[in-house]
């Protein structure tokens, strides 16, 4: 056997060292950090794949030491651009865990106790959403559980039409939703009717309704809502689709990636009334429920309509469909896969799902203080006052290029990682909040950079 395969003294003096740095990374505050170039990183790290290798501790060093600090840290309090990440401590621990037990979660029959655990989380956000006793997979995020639900859709859709097909197939959604599923919808070479939003830029039954009066909308198989848009933080009209959906007999699918956590949190709960009638739906634990990278879970009404249209047959694989066995890999367009539900399942069984209620709403509360001090900023100005943990805002007196010219600095000058946003064809700036170690005064640093 080949040395790389076998753990040497050598292995042990690398592995001692990469668990000091994973401990150090986990356990003590990290910086935030920010890109580099990559003449600069060439330069610094050098050649780092070669015939004979560096060896752990080198390689090692040249991460730690060039390449981490050109990595954002993405769990950071003041990292507040696109939507950001806040693995608990137990669910960062588990995932060394999967990876050094090469746990392998395709099927029942390889890792029918990775699978039972994942399912274990997958019922619980079931039970969130109020579906029946169904349950799905985990994915790798939200792009692919949009991706495998909506082919889930059309499957489900040609079937009920004997198998005839229209000559163009089409969802419809607001201009407001996931750009995965515009995304999703090219891949699928469906065409996508843009339903026209209200004044917070919500999908609405009625809006929906009267969109699907109009003659030309033939063959329309389903329906994307969003459960907190990522833009801004918005829930749909979900019970008003719902309804629409149901009268037209269109598959629902709610894309919860970022705000389905909102489920959790009493004071928000009622935003998501409608969310119990989705036929598929998605929320990401690697957002706002404090998993690692990457995590997305799809939940089905029938995962019965799913497996008929995911299951991979060969001959190699009969052994698997033997039974009644649940194979993650027949419910999205996959076949391998990493149990990536599993960190989840660790952190909530070590915390309880109570710790996960009140972080979701100490994130909430954050995001009102947040709004009040904008309130109290005569230079800054709230778009809108927010449903969830987005706030949209503008800086008075400011263009594109004051934005754009705006965040560079504060992230050069570690205060912040931001992002500006549009909004109605405004350039406004944007924070997105998911860590509950943020706090008023990370976002006090923040504000003052834009005076």
Known sequence: MHLMHEYTDETEEFAQAILAYARDRIANPQPLDHAAPPDELDARAGATITPDGIGGLEALRRWAEVLAPATISPDHPSFLAFVPGASTKASVLFDLVISASATYAGSWLEGAGAVWAENQALRWLADLAGLPASAGVFVSGGTAGNLSALVAARHTATESRGGVRPARWRIACAETVHSSVISSAGVMDVDVISVPVDERGRLTGPALAAELERPQHEGLFAVVASAGSTNAGVVDDLEGVARVCRDHGLWLHVDGAYGGAGLLAPSVRNLSRGIEAADSFIVDPHKWLFAPYDSCALLYRDPALARATHRQEASYLDALHVGTDWNPSDYAHHLSRRARGLPLWFS??????????DAVERVLELTRDASAEIRTRPYLELVMEPELSVILFRRLGW??????????????SQIGFVQPTTWKGERVARLCFVNPGTTLEHVGGILDTMR
């Open 348 to 357: 909530l069984a070590t915390y309880g799902t109570d710790a996960y209620r």
């Open 399 to 412: 263009g594109s290029r004051d934005y754009d010219a705006w965040w560079p600095r504060a992230l050069l």
